[in-house]
């Protein structure tokens, strides 16, 4: 459901879920916190999400606070049309980095 890697000094995440819910978020949660001490740059792949819920969106929001508050970056990456117009719509857009792929993932995080 999500994978991890780590590519230099990005910790890297692919959600392999169709839909990113709240379960789905408290895994993504689970893999980021332990990363925390040692990690300031995260992207998460979320490609494959074809539907986000108040859950999952919830679950991004309190991640991004997370992160930040650990003097952290999060990418969120590679999102569908409908996606991002969910993101748009909630005004989130404003809060997260939304990038269209990968490459520009690094080079946005390289510059943190």
């Known amino acids: 459901m999500v994978s991890t890697e780590e590519v230099g000094d990005i910790f890297l995440l ?58 952290g970056k999060l990418a969120v990456v590679g999102m569908n049309k409908s996606v991002r117009m969910m993101f748009e719509l909630s005004r989130m857009d404003r809060q997260f980095s939304l990038l269209d792929d990968m490459p520009k993932a690094v080079a946005f995080l390289q510059q943190a």
């Open 14 to 71: 692919r959600v392999d879920a169709v839909r990113l819910d709240s379960a789905v978020g408290t895994i993504i949660r689970n893999a980021v916190v332990p990363k925390l001490d040692s990690t300031r740059k995260f992207a998460l792949d979320i490609g494959a999400v074809k539907l986000v819920d108040s859950g999952g969106l919830g679950s991004l929001v309190a991640l991004l606070k997370n992160i930040t508050n650990h003097q």
